[in-house]
């Protein structure tokens, strides 16, 4: 399924959880973590617009989604300029199931849910990865994110 301009919410499949900010955050105006959500959490909702080159700009809680030191944040100030994300369907993979990629630096990688590290980190990171070739194509949890409207 393409995706339209529209408020969505965004489940991370690793971790079958809500995907927005952290529910503890200062009150400045810097960057704020976005992580996937304890269970019991709302559903935060997710502005997604399409832009002419087929890409995407995400909002939550009024700020843009970008990626600084390899993790997501939503930025809440107009610096940095709002980020593309290159929003795949991996109809294969689950219905409203997808991909979320750089799509100014593919190289860069995408959204990736970090399960079971050291930390106990619940941030989303934003990596390259790499996947071994397989038919059909096959796109591990943590790459996964189901995506439908709120």
């Known amino acids: 399924m393409t995706l339209k301009s529209g408020t969505y919410t965004i489940t991370s499949k690793a971790e079958n959880a809500y995907v927005g900010r952290s529910h503890r955050e200062d009150r400045s105006f810097n960057p704020k ?11 935060p909702k997710w502005e997604i617009e399409a832009v002419p080159t087929g890409n995407f700009i ?9 990626e600084i030191d390899k993790r997501l944040f939503a ?12 929003i795949e369907a991996q109809p294969h993979m689950g219905e409203n199931t997808y991909t979320i990629n750089l799509a100014d630096r593919p190289s860069a ?3 990736m849910v ?3 590290n050291e930390e106990g980190d619940n ?6 990865y790499i996947i071994g070739p397989s038919f059909p194509p096959f796109d591990p949890p943590v790459l996964l994110f189901v995506i439908v409207p709120a």
Do not use: C, Y
Request: proline share 7%.
């Open 75 to 86: 930025i809440l100030q107009e610096e940095p300029k709002p980020v593309t994300w290159k």
């Open 114 to 116: 970090l399960v079971n």
């Open 109 to 111: 990688g995408g959204w």
């Open 123 to 128: 941030q989303i990171a934003v990596q390259h």
């Open 33 to 43: 973590r976005v992580v996937f959500l304890p269970q019991d959490s709302d559903a």
């Open 58 to 66: 995400m909002k939550i809680g009024g700020g843009h989604a970008a």
